[in-house]
């Protein structure tokens, strides 16, 4: 599986975007991008996957860069809620199933 | 909602003892694993299993095992629990292939600390 690149942390502003970027450089076709969370002392949450089309759910939004070698996860109107680790994370459809975990982004939300 | 359920929030066991981390899932899900997760360390894979009776190594096996009788319960089993095993214990689910709106679904966590 391709290894990502995050930052260590990042601030926000509440009721402002969050914007979490991520690095893949030697992803491979076949591989998909994932970002799960993990709000304190929870299991990680999924948010939002993709291949090569910017895709967007209830939670968040999902750019991929056309050379797929970095993506950036959107949190349109953050709110305190949204404090969490963020994990960018790149694996295959057929990579024997499993996720595996960086370090990932601590974004704060400040009031 | 679907639900991956983790039987303890809390546990602290002695050194020495037999420990069993239980996870039970309700969405029929073919794939389990069981994660643990400390400081800088991040999230390591310990073991997964792909179906009933069904068990694979993942990063870390050494000191653990695990059982699958039934599809939706995935055992985690600390033969002899050490200090060193003290961590957050974290399961999830996934179907086939992992490629799902939902992604995993993992449990709440199982904070153990081994005294």
């Known amino acids: 599986d391709a290894k990502t690149t995050q930052p260590t942390s990042m601030d926000c502003a509440e009721g402002r975007a969050a914007n979490l970027p991520c690095n893949h450089s030697t992803i491979s076709g076949n591989e998909y991008v994932y970002w799960y969370r993990q709000i304190h002392s929870q299991g990680p949450q999924y948010i939002i996957h993709?291949?090569?089309n910017n895709e967007t759910n209830e939670m968040a939004s999902l750019i991929i860069t056309e050379d797929r070698k970095s993506s950036t996860l959107i949190l349109p109107h953050a709110t305190l809620r949204d404090t969490a680790v963020y994990y960018c994370?790149?694996?295959?459809?057929?990579?024997?199933?499993?996720?595996?975990f960086g370090g990932g982004t601590r974004l704060m939300v400040k009031p | 909602d679907v639900k991956v359920t983790q039987s303890s929030r809390y546990l602290v066991k002695r050194t020495g003892e037999k420990v069993f981390l239980e996870c039970v899932q309700d969405?029929?899900?073919?794939?389990m694993f069981w994660y643990r997760q400390d400081p800088g360390l991040g999230l390591r894979l310990i073991y997964f299993?792909?179906?009933?009776?069904?068990?694979e190594k993942g990063d870390i096996p050494e000191g653990y095992s695990v059982s699958r009788e039934k599809k939706e319960r995935f055992s985690l089993i600390l033969e002899s629990a050490s200090t060193n095993q003290t961590s957050m214990y974290l399961c999830?689910?996934?179907?086939?292939?992992?490629?799902?709106?939902?992604?995993?679904?993992f449990g709440s966590g199982t904070r153990l600390t081994v005294v």
């Open positions: 969405m029929d899900h073919e794939n």
């Open positions: 999830a689910s996934s179907p086939p292939g992992g490629i799902t709106p939902y992604g995993y679904t």
């Open positions: 993709g291949l090569k």
């Open positions: 994370i790149v694996r295959g459809r057929n990579a024997g199933n499993m996720l595996t």
């Open positions: 299993s792909y179906d009933v009776k069904m068990k």
